[in-house]
C-alpha cells in the first residue's frame, strides 16, 4: 500500500514537476543554441570555400553586356489577378489545406474520446452517463485539435481568430446547456474545469511552439525531458537506501564536496548520463526526417501531442497507476488516426504537377521575413517546394531538424556548397514530393562568399517561379542587384515575380531595374518579348501570402517559358 502511495505521488508530484522545468528549460536552450546557430552560419557565410583554389569553384561568368542594348523598355507593374492558369493548382493547394485540417481535426477527436471515456469512469456512480457532462469534457480535451488545425491551416491572424471563436462558441453552447439543465451548477466551475484540463499545457506549449524556435523546439524538449528525468533518477537512486546514500555521500567527500555539493553532483551526473541516451533519441528523429518518414510539421506536432497527453492524464493517478495509460493510449489513437488520415487522403502522394520556387529576398528583413515566410509557406508548401540560399533572416526559422543536428555534432561545415562539382552532386539530391503529411520541402543551400553566386544562378534556371522579397531594397543590397541581373540575363520574366513595401525605394527599384536591362546579355530569354514586364506584389495586409501563391503559380510552366 504504501509503495503505490509513493507511486502515486511520483506520478502526481514528480512527473508533472519534471515536464514543468523540461518545458521551462526549453525556451532558453533553444534560444541560446540557435543564437550560436546562426552565428556560425554567418561567420561560415562570410569566409571563401575550403576549395577556393581549385578551378571549379571560380566559375567563368558569361559576360551580361550585349552587343546591342534592347529595343524594348522594361517595365515594372502590379500584378493582375485572376489568371484562369493558376486554378488548378490553387485548387489543389486548397484541397490538401483542407484534408490535412480534416485529418487533425478528426485525429484530436479520437484523442479527446479516449481521454473523456476514462475520465467519465470516474464519474459514472454519479449519475452515471450525462451527456452534457460528456460533452463539455470532451470539448475541453478537443482543445489541441484545434491549436492543431490552426498550426496546419491558418496562415492569417484573421483565420486563427475564427478558429478560436468558433471554438469558443461551441463550448460556451455546451455550457449554457448544461446551466440550464443544472442552475444550481457554478458556472466558474465549468471554467476551472477547462483550465485544469488545459491551461498547464497550453501555456508550456509557449516554450517551443514560438515561431523563431518552432522549427527545433520539439528536438530540444525531447532532449531536455530525458535530461531532467535522469537527473531526478540519480537522486531517487543514491536515496533507495542507506547504503547507496552511504555510497554517495563518501564518493562525494573523496571528491571534497559537502552534502549540498553531493546533491548536486548526483543531479548532474544522472543528466550526463541521460543526455546521452537523449542524444541517440535526437539521433533516431533526424534519421526518420531524412528518411521522409516525417517532418518537421509532423514531428512538432507529436511533441504537442504528447505533452498535452501527459499533463493531462497525471490527475488520473489518483483513480490507480493503471488510469495513467490514458494518456499514452490517447497519444496513440491519434498517431494511428493521422497516418491513416494522411493515407486515405492520398497526402503522400502528388496530386499534379509540383512546381518548383525559387525564394530570393533582402536578409536584412528579420522578423518581416519570418512573418511572411510561415504564411506564405503554409500554402505553396503543399503543392511544391522552396529552394532558398540560407540567410541571417531566416537562419533559425526555415532550419531543419537534420541541418540542426549537424550543426549540434560539430558538422554544420559539410553542409555548405563548396565548389560547382558539390553544387551538381547537391542539387539532384536535394528533397523533392510530399512527406507524408503532404508537405513539400524547405531546400536550404549554405554557401560561402564564394560559391553563392553559381549556386543562385543554378536554382534560378532550374525554378519553375521566382520570388523576390525587395522590401527595404536600397542601394547597399549590391547581392540583390547581382540576383537580378541574373534573372534578366537566364529567367523569362514571366516566371518571376517581386514583393514590394512601404519601404522600398520605388524610384530607385525602377532605375536599378532600367539600368540592369540595358545591359542584360544577348542571349537572354527575355530580349526578343516586344513588351517585357516584371510582375509586382504589394505587401499589403494579411492576404499577402495568399496574392503572392496565385501570382507565382500563373507563371507558365518551365518549358513552355524557355
Given at each position: 500500500m504504501?509503495?503505490n502511495?509513493?507511486?502515486?505521488l511520483?506520478?502526481?508530484?514528480?512527473?508533472?514537476?519534471?515536464?514543468?522545468?523540461?518545458?521551462?528549460?526549453?525556451l532558453p536552450?533553444?534560444?541560446?543554441?540557435?543564437?550560436?546557430?546562426?552565428?556560425?552560419?554567418?561567420?561560415?557565410?562570410?569566409?571563401?570555400?575550403?576549395?577556393?583554389?581549385?578551378a571549379?569553384?571560380?566559375?567563368?561568368e558569361?559576360?551580361?553586356?550585349p552587343?546591342?542594348?534592347?529595343?524594348?523598355m522594361?517595365?515594372l507593374?502590379?500584378?493582375?489577378?485572376?489568371?484562369?492558369?493558376?486554378?488548378?493548382?490553387?485548387?489543389?493547394?486548397?484541397?490538401?489545406?483542407?484534408a490535412?485540417?480534416?485529418?487533425?481535426?478528426?485525429?484530436?477527436?479520437?484523442?479527446a474520446l479516449?481521454?473523456?471515456?476514462?475520465?467519465?469512469?470516474?464519474?459514472?456512480e454519479?449519475?452515471?452517463f450525462?451527456?452534457?457532462?460528456?460533452?463539455?469534457?470532451?470539448a475541453?480535451h478537443?482543445?489541441?485539435?484545434?491549436?492543431?488545425?490552426?498550426?496546419?491551416?491558418?496562415?492569417?491572424?484573421?483565420?486563427?481568430?475564427?478558429?478560436?471563436?468558433a471554438?469558443?462558441?461551441i463550448?460556451?453552447?455546451?455550457?449554457?446547456?448544461?446551466?440550464a439543465r443544472?442552475p444550481?451548477?457554478p458556472?466558474?466551475?465549468?471554467?476551472?474545469?477547462?483550465?485544469?484540463?488545459?491551461?498547464?499545457?497550453?501555456?508550456?506549449?509557449l516554450?517551443?511552439l514560438?515561431?523563431?524556435?518552432?522549427?527545433?523546439?520539439p528536438?530540444?524538449?525531447?532532449?531536455?525531458?530525458?535530461?531532467?528525468?535522469?537527473?531526478?533518477?540519480?537522486?531517487?537512486?543514491?536515496?533507495?537506501?542507506?547504503?547507496?546514500?552511504?555510497l554517495?555521500?563518501?564518493?562525494?567527500g573523496a571528491?571534497g564536496?559537502?552534502g549540498t555539493?553531493?546533491?548536486?553532483?548526483?543531479?548532474?551526473?544522472?543528466?550526463?548520463?541521460a543526455a546521452?541516451?537523449?542524444?541517440?533519441?535526437?539521433k533516431w528523429?533526424?534519421?526518420r526526417?531524412v528518411?521522409r518518414r516525417?517532418?518537421?510539421?509532423?514531428?512538432t506536432?507529436?511533441?504537442?501531442?504528447?505533452?498535452?497527453?501527459?499533463?493531462q492524464?497525471?490527475?488520473?493517478?489518483?483513480e490507480?497507476?493503471?488510469?495513467?495509460?490514458?494518456?499514452?493510449?490517447?497519444?496513440?489513437?491519434?498517431?494511428l488516426?493521422?497516418?491513416?488520415?494522411?493515407?486515405?487522403?492520398?497526402?503522400e502522394?502528388?496530386?499534379?504537377?509540383?512546381?518548383?520556387l525559387?525564394l530570393?529576398?533582402?536578409f536584412?528583413?528579420?522578423?518581416?521575413?519570418?512573418?511572411?515566410f510561415?504564411?506564405?509557406?503554409?500554402?505553396?508548401?503543399?503543392?511544391?517546394?522552396?529552394?532558398m540560399?540560407?540567410?541571417?533572416?531566416?537562419?533559425?526559422?526555415?532550419?531543419?531538424?537534420?541541418?540542426?543536428?549537424d550543426?549540434?555534432?560539430?558538422?554544420l561545415?559539410?553542409?555548405f556548397v563548396?565548389?560547382?562539382?558539390?553544387?551538381?552532386?547537391?542539387?539532384?539530391?536535394?528533397?523533392l514530393?510530399?512527406?507524408?503529411?503532404?508537405?513539400?520541402r524547405?531546400?536550404?543551400?549554405?554557401?560561402?562568399?564564394?560559391?553563392?553566386?553559381?549556386?543562385?544562378?543554378?536554382?534560378?534556371?532550374?525554378?519553375?517561379?521566382?520570388?523576390?522579397?525587395?522590401?527595404?531594397?536600397s542601394?547597399?543590397?549590391?547581392?540583390?542587384r547581382?540576383?537580378?541581373?541574373?534573372?534578366l540575363?537566364?529567367?523569362?520574366?514571366?516566371r518571376v515575380?517581386?514583393l514590394?513595401?512601404?519601404d522600398?525605394d520605388?524610384?530607385?527599384?525602377e532605375?536599378?531595374?532600367?539600368?540592369l536591362?540595358q545591359?542584360?546579355?544577348?542571349g537572354?530569354?527575355?530580349?526578343d518579348?516586344p513588351?517585357?514586364?516584371?510582375?509586382?506584389?504589394?505587401?499589403r495586409?494579411?492576404?499577402?501570402?495568399?496574392?503572392?501563391?496565385?501570382?507565382?503559380l500563373?507563371?507558365?510552366?518551365?518549358?513552355?517559358?524557355?
Amino acid at each position: 500500500m504504501q509503495e503505490n502511495s509513493e507511486a502515486v505521488l511520483v506520478a502526481t508530484g514528480a512527473l508533472p514537476a519534471l515536464i514543468l522545468i523540461a518545458a521551462a528549460l526549453t525556451l532558453p536552450v533553444c534560444l541560446a543554441l540557435l543564437a550560436l546557430y546562426r552565428r556560425a552560419v554567418l561567420r561560415s557565410m562570410a569566409l571563401a570555400s575550403p576549395a577556393a583554389g581549385s578551378a571549379a569553384s571560380h566559375p567563368q561568368e558569361t559576360p551580361s553586356t550585349p552587343a546591342t542594348p534592347p529595343t524594348a523598355m522594361l517595365r515594372l507593374e502590379p500584378r493582375e489577378s485572376g489568371a484562369a492558369s493558376a486554378r488548378p493548382a490553387l485548387a489543389r493547394m486548397r484541397r490538401s489545406l483542407r484534408a490535412a485540417g480534416l485529418v487533425h481535426l478528426l485525429a484530436g477527436l479520437a484523442y479527446a474520446l479516449v481521454l473523456t471515456t476514462a475520465w467519465m469512469q470516474f464519474t459514472w456512480e454519479d449519475g452515471g452517463f450525462v451527456p452534457t457532462r460528456f460533452l463539455l469534457v470532451f470539448a475541453c480535451h478537443a482543445w489541441p485539435a484545434v491549436l492543431a488545425v490552426g498550426l496546419v491551416t491558418a496562415g492569417t491572424r484573421r483565420q486563427r481568430l475564427t478558429l478560436g471563436l468558433a471554438y469558443l462558441l461551441i463550448v460556451l453552447a455546451l455550457a449554457a446547456w448544461a446551466l440550464a439543465r443544472n442552475p444550481a451548477l457554478p458556472a466558474l466551475e465549468l471554467a476551472r474545469l477547462w483550465a485544469s484540463i488545459n491551461l498547464p499545457p497550453t501555456v508550456l506549449l509557449l516554450a517551443f511552439l514560438h515561431r523563431r524556435i518552432r522549427a527545433v523546439g520539439p528536438l530540444v524538449l525531447a532532449f531536455m525531458l530525458v535530461a531532467v528525468i535522469g537527473a531526478e533518477a540519480a537522486v531517487r537512486l543514491a536515496g533507495q537506501s542507506e547504503a547507496t546514500m552511504r555510497l554517495a555521500v563518501g564518493a562525494g567527500g573523496a571528491l571534497g564536496l559537502d552534502g549540498t555539493q553531493t546533491f548536486w553532483a548526483l543531479l548532474l551526473a544522472g543528466a550526463a548520463v541521460a543526455a546521452l541516451l537523449g542524444r541517440l533519441v535526437l539521433k533516431w528523429l533526424g534519421r526518420r526526417h531524412v528518411a521522409r518518414r516525417s517532418s518537421d510539421q509532423i514531428l512538432t506536432l507529436e511533441a504537442m501531442w504528447l505533452l498535452f497527453a501527459v499533463v493531462q492524464s497525471v490527475g488520473f493517478a489518483f483513480e490507480g497507476l493503471a488510469w495513467l495509460a490514458a494518456g499514452p493510449l490517447a497519444f496513440l489513437a491519434w498517431k494511428l488516426t493521422t497516418v491513416a488520415g494522411f493515407r486515405l487522403a492520398g497526402l503522400e502522394r502528388a496530386q499534379g504537377p509540383a512546381p518548383g520556387l525559387l525564394l530570393l529576398r533582402v536578409f536584412a528583413l528579420g522578423a518581416r521575413s519570418e512573418r511572411l515566410f510561415d504564411a506564405f509557406g503554409k500554402r505553396w508548401l503543399r503543392i511544391g517546394h522552396i529552394d532558398m540560399i540560407a540567410g541571417p533572416d531566416l537562419a533559425t526559422t526555415a532550419v531543419e531538424p537534420h541541418e540542426f543536428l549537424d550543426f549540434v555534432g560539430g558538422r554544420l561545415s559539410r553542409a555548405f556548397v563548396r565548389d560547382e562539382a558539390d553544387l551538381a552532386r547537391r542539387h539532384p539530391a536535394r528533397a523533392l514530393g510530399p512527406d507524408p503529411d503532404g508537405r513539400h520541402r524547405v531546400n536550404e543551400f549554405f554557401c560561402h562568399d564564394d560559391t553563392w553566386r553559381p549556386t543562385m544562378l543554378c536554382l534560378a534556371r532550374a525554378a519553375d517561379a521566382v520570388l523576390m522579397d525587395l522590401r527595404g531594397f536600397s542601394p547597399q543590397n549590391e547581392g540583390c542587384r547581382y540576383e537580378l541581373q541574373q534573372l534578366l540575363d537566364h529567367v523569362a520574366l514571366e516566371r518571376v515575380v517581386v514583393l514590394v513595401g512601404r519601404d522600398t525605394d520605388r524610384g530607385f527599384l525602377e532605375r536599378t531595374l532600367a539600368a540592369l536591362w540595358q545591359s542584360s546579355r544577348a542571349g537572354s530569354p527575355n530580349r526578343d518579348n516586344p513588351h517585357p514586364l516584371l510582375r509586382m506584389v504589394e505587401e499589403r495586409g494579411d492576404d499577402t501570402a495568399a496574392r503572392l501563391v496565385e501570382a507565382l503559380l500563373e507563371a507558365p510552366p518551365r518549358a513552355a517559358a524557355a
